[in-house]
């Protein structure tokens, strides 16, 4: 232990651990009265780590085992490009990207493809993509691990809170749905370079190999990054991940037949970056488990299997703790986490009739996300505040939706309004598909209260149960669950919710047989 940097006696202190079978980690006691910042390595520490000694920060081990984690879970597609929404859109050929149809974003079509199996995590990374004689709408970027794009609706990366753009056809970058004017415009042959340094938290891109800035700073990242972009119908370009520095048949370019630059980049990546194709490269490795006791400086015969793995299903559960992602109407809702450990979800609606739904936590015949646990599913919704509007029957419906669910919040369609989505609603309906029961206000909801939502295995499928205080059934319905279905809630501007998954206590005791849906 060190005081100020100090690694020297008498200002170190050397403990010396004997006997730990299963490991150690860090811990901090403290009174009411002390306040302290924690940093484990994922910001930069405030004194340099002692060189030599082999030493390494807590984040580096921890975001080597989620990278680990994501590469077994993906690793039929590490380091290929995979087509994530709008599939039907999609022609992939290698490190090509094609879309020969022709549409318009929220017409025919907004597909998203991103790099399979790859989770950054720290450090500075670069790839390149180059326009193959098109030059038509595209939104070039980042996404995280929470990115839900929605291809009919018009919405890909850059248009959610969890995916960064550059766009060079309308010289404008893209955030949370938001684009402002930025960089310089692409043409039919440009090459983009998309500059991500984790450890900063900065984005940048150059364009034909000239730099053109930082385009966001301080960024928010839930798990890491990966290469990503949604394109507008047609569209062909070629990625870049980079390779040895050489002009083998390899490092040619498929589109030109020309020998690539330093590193297997037409362009070299600024001095401290490294090529994405690195960490491809790293992620193919992690097959097994002694790739990943060499990564974070483990003796084999020091561990055992059951430690890591037992340790890194804990971080798997860190990182894909559940969040709300708005499905319609992004600009007219705002997402909120707080409380002590941020697991206090709330979206605030504040124009027309947005859906929020949980991002990343699909429930399939085999339970949620595959997991076979439990089959019995329960989470909460608090009104926090609603709004009564003109020509709106109803203000807030709670349910679920599939997958092909698509609202339209300018236009009022929402869970229950559309096509694959379930719900009752503030005034006692049920709703399927359009299709709602007679109001019965008897087993409505209002501002304050909390309806309880229980989903059960059912031979025909689920049979979801909604309940208010006192255990008072508000509504059941069966689901068609399909490619899956997940929690969703539509709201009128004006209306604000709580949505609890179990990351905080419940307001009703969970009935036996259930479990939190953030299980």
């Known amino acids: 232990m060190t005081l100020n940097g100090e690694w020297t006696v008498p200002r170190s202190r050397h403990l010396v651990f004997s006997n730990v079978p299963r490991g150690i980690y ?153 684009s402002e004017t930025w960089g310089k415009r692409w043409h039919s042959d440009s090459i983009v370079g998309c500059l991500a340094d984790l450890d900063a938290r900065v984005l940048s891109f150059t364009l034909d190999g000239q730099p053109l800035g930082i385009c966001y700073s301080n960024i928010s990242i839930v798990g890491g990054l990966r290469p990503a972009m949604t394109a507008s119908l047609p569209w062909a370009s070629e990625f870049n991940f980079g390779g040895e520095e050489s002009d083998t048949e390899e490092n040619m370019s498929s589109s030109t037949g020309k020998a690539r630059k330093t590193g297997g980049f037409w362009y070299p990546p600024p001095a401290g970056y490294r090529g994405v194709g690195e960490a491809i490269r790293l992620h193919q490795r992690y097959h097994d488990l002694n790739s990943v006791f060499h990564a974070l400086k483990v003796d084999p015969a020091d561990a055992e299997a059951d430690d890591i793995l037992s340790i890194s299903q804990s971080i798997k559960h860190t990182s894909t703790q559940i969040a709300l992602h708005v499905r319609s109407g992004h600009t007219d809702c705002i997402i909120e986490s707080y409380g002590d450990s941020g697991r206090e979800l709330s979206a605030h609606a504040n124009f027309n009739y947005p859906t929020v739904t949980a991002s990343r936590c699909w429930l399939t015949k085999n339970g949620i996300n ?99 205080a006192r255990g008072k059934v508000l509504g059941e319905m069966l689901l068609s669950i399909g490619a899956g279905i997940t929690p969703a809630v539509s709201l009128v501007g004006g209306s604000k919710v709580k949505i609890n998954f179990g990351g905080t206590k419940f307001v009703y005791t969970v009935p036996e047989g259930y479990v939190p849906w953030e299980i």
């Open 26 to 178: 860090p811990v901090v006691s403290f009174d009411s009265n002390f306040v302290f910042k924690l940093n484990m390595g994922n910001n930069t520490l405030a004194y340099p780590l002692p060189r030599p000694g082999g030493f390494r920060s807590v984040w580096h081990w921890v975001s080597t085992a989620r990278e680990f984690i994501y590469a077994q879970a993906n690793r039929t597609v590490v380091g290929k490009l995979i087509a994530i929404d709008g599939s039907a859109f999609i022609q992939l050929e290698g490190m090509i990207y094609r879309q020969e149809s022709r549409g318009s974003i929220g017409g025919f079509g907004f597909p998203s493809i991103a790099l399979g199996g790859i989770l950054l995590t720290r450090g500075k990374w670069y790839y390149e993509t180059k326009l193959l004689g098109v030059d038509n709408v595209a939104q070039i970027g980042w996404a995280d691990l929470c990115f839900e794009p929605h291809s009919s609706a018009g919405e890909g990366v850059g248009d959610d809170l969890h995916s960064w753009a550059y766009d060079g056809n309308r010289v404008l970058r893209w955030y949370k749905a938001h």
């Open 370 to 468: 595959g997991s076979e646990e439990g089959g019995k599913y329960y989470f909460e919704v608090t009104i926090l505040s609603t709004q009564t509007r003109p020509l709106r029957i109803n203000n807030i419906a709670i349910g679920f939706v599939g997958k092909s669910f698509d609202g339209i919040s300018n236009k009022g369609i929402g869970v229950g309004d559309a096509q694959c989505s379930w719900a009752v609603d503030n005034i006692g309906r049920k709703g399927f598909q359009g299709e709602w029961s007679e109001e019965d206000k008897d087993l409505g909801f209002g501002a304050k209260d909390t309806v309880g939502v229980l989903v059960s295995r059912d031979e025909g499928g689920y049979m979801a149960k909604w309940v208010g």
